[in-house]
């Protein structure tokens, strides 16, 4: 019964992929080297799917996918400094990326374009501070 089960599942397991673009600037300058996630965020919490930087320009372009049976929901994470003073602080902006840009493929077909992203706009983000060592 239980192998019953599992197959069963398999056949609903669905293999899910998903992109996005941008171009990060703090203010009028490119926010070059920022780290970038692509997460899939779960009733539970959320998963990585892909972790990248900027390029010196700002620009990204980020990729992930996933097998499983409910659909992902794709989250990009920006972790970055803009208009910090403190070193051990990190702002994280979460921007959604809707579901039209989840193919049940194993290939982009379009990316999500963010175009560009002023990440000293404050909506949409948390702050993040870790102890001194």
Not at 81 to 86: A, T, V
Not at 113 to 119: A, D, Q, R, S, V
């Amino acid at each position: 019964m239980l192998i019953q089960n599992s197959v069963e599942r398999k056949k609903f397991i669905r293999f899910q992929v998903v992109g996005a673009t941008g171009k990060l600037v703090c203010g009028r300058n490119p926010s070059a080297r920022t780290q970038v996630l692509l997460t899939d965020h779960l009733s539970y919490g959320l998963k990585i799917l892909d972790r990248i930087r900027s390029n010196s320009n700002g620009s990204f372009s980020i990729r992930g996918s996933e097998r499983k049976i409910l659909p992902i929901v794709p989250y990009v994470e920006i972790i970055h400094s803009c208009l910090l003073r403190s070193q051990r602080c990190r702002k994280i902006k979460s921007l959604r990326i809707p579901f039209k840009y989840v193919y049940r493929s194993k290939v982009v077909r379009i990316f999500y374009n963010f175009h560009t992203i002023n990440l000293a706009d404050f909506r949409n983000q948390r702050l993040k501070c870790f102890r001194k060592k």
